[in-house]
């Protein structure tokens, strides 16, 4: 189950994709498609997120930052 840690309300433009980046702020890009390339990022709003090892942080449905543990499951590798 995913948590909210800011309330930003970001209203979101096609064709880009929405992200928390390194600083813990919400960045936003042009998306590659096809040959076309992506754009660089910009800096959507400033939020200073301290991130926690094994946590998924994102910007959801409402265009806020949330959230989740992450899940790590399959088959352990032989050596």
């Known amino acids: 189950m995913a948590q909210k840690l800011v309330k930003l309300?970001?209203?979101?433009?096609?064709?880009?994709?929405?992200?928390v980046d390194k600083d813990?702020?919400?960045s936003?890009?042009?998306?590659?498609?096809g040959k076309q390339k992506g754009g660089k990022p910009k800096k959507?709003?400033?939020?200073?997120?301290?991130?926690?090892?094994?946590?998924l942080y994102f910007?959801?449905?409402?265009?806020?930052?949330?959230?989740?543990?992450?899940?790590?499951?399959?088959k352990k590798k032989k050596k």
Do not use: H, P
């Open 9 to 19: 309300g970001i209203k979101r433009q096609k064709g880009y994709l929405y992200y």
């Open 24 to 26: 813990g702020d919400v």
């Open 28 to 33: 936003c890009a042009l998306m590659a498609r």
């Open 44 to 55: 959507v709003a400033k939020c200073g997120i301290q991130r926690k090892e094994g946590y």
């Open 59 to 74: 910007v959801d449905k409402q265009g806020d930052v949330s959230c989740a543990k992450m899940v790590r499951g399959g």
